[in-house]
């Protein structure tokens, strides 16, 4: 496990260390992370989540939906300082925790906190939007079909949406491939991220936005055949 930390964090692994121990410790007592997840958050989360960088091109924007404790959207931010990432979480107290999290790490230039829902980000809302980015990611948000509704509006045309997902992944692939077609993504597919590094490889699946898809407009009332020729 210290080999792929290395690998996977190179000269940055002791702020992951850093980000660790705030899980640990503030995580918990804020009831972020469960006391039972506190040895296994490196295994567990942050190199489950690492790897995902992988996927990700170089200098992308990257939207974190859902982000909780900041996994995986402050993980990338670490492992990866070509990234700009927005954690985006609608909880007052864990939203609270990210900012404090993003100050005490030193990352304030490339992350930043928005408070809110995906779809307030998405429509900006909340007078902090619209928001968009290369890249979504979500890990234990939501299935597939609620998730693509939520992510993929966030995602700019060409982007794509990566959700951590675990054994069900290609389930639900086969049940929301055609919800995910509707929204405009291209066809779902399926990766594991750090093969030969971490044990098991992180599941993802990965959506590429294909096309823009716009609400429907509502259709106008029909009026009555006296409307039209009443004179004012």
């Not at 429509?123 to 290369?134: N, Q």
């Amino acid at each position: 496990m210290a080999g792929a930390a290395r690998t996977l964090f190179g000269d940055r692994l002791d702020l992951a260390a850093a980000y660790a121990e705030l899980l640990a410790t503030d995580g918990v007592v804020r009831g972020l992370i469960g006391p039972r997840e506190a040895p296994r958050i490196w295994d567990r989360h942050l190199l489950n989540c690492a790897a995902v960088a992988e996927r990700i091109p170089q200098g992308a924007t990257v939207l974190d939906v859902g982000s909780g404790a900041g996994l995986p959207g402050l993980v990338l931010a670490i492992a990866r300082p070509d990234l700009t990432v927005t954690l985006i979480e609608p909880l007052s107290r864990r939203t609270s925790f990210l900012i404090e999290a993003v100050q005490h790490l030193g990352l304030a230039k490339m992350v930043r906190v928005f408070r809110g829902r995906a779809d307030e980000a998405a429509s900006g809302s909340t007078g902090v939007g619209p928001l968009s980015g290369d890249v979504v990611t979500a890990r234990a948000v939501a299935p597939l079909d609620r998730l693509s509704t939520w992510c993929l509006p966030l995602v700019v045309r060409g982007g794509r949406v990566i959700a951590l997902k675990g054994a069900s992944a290609a389930q639900e692939v086969a049940e929301h491939a055609q919800t995910v077609a509707r929204l405009g993504g291209g066809e779902p597919e399926v990766h594991r991220c750090g093969e030969g590094l971490i044990d098991p490889p992180t599941t993802v699946v990965e959506i590429v936005r294909e096309r823009v898809v716009g609400s429907a407009r509502p259709k106008a009332p029909k009026r009555s055949r006296g409307a039209g020729s009443r004179r004012r």
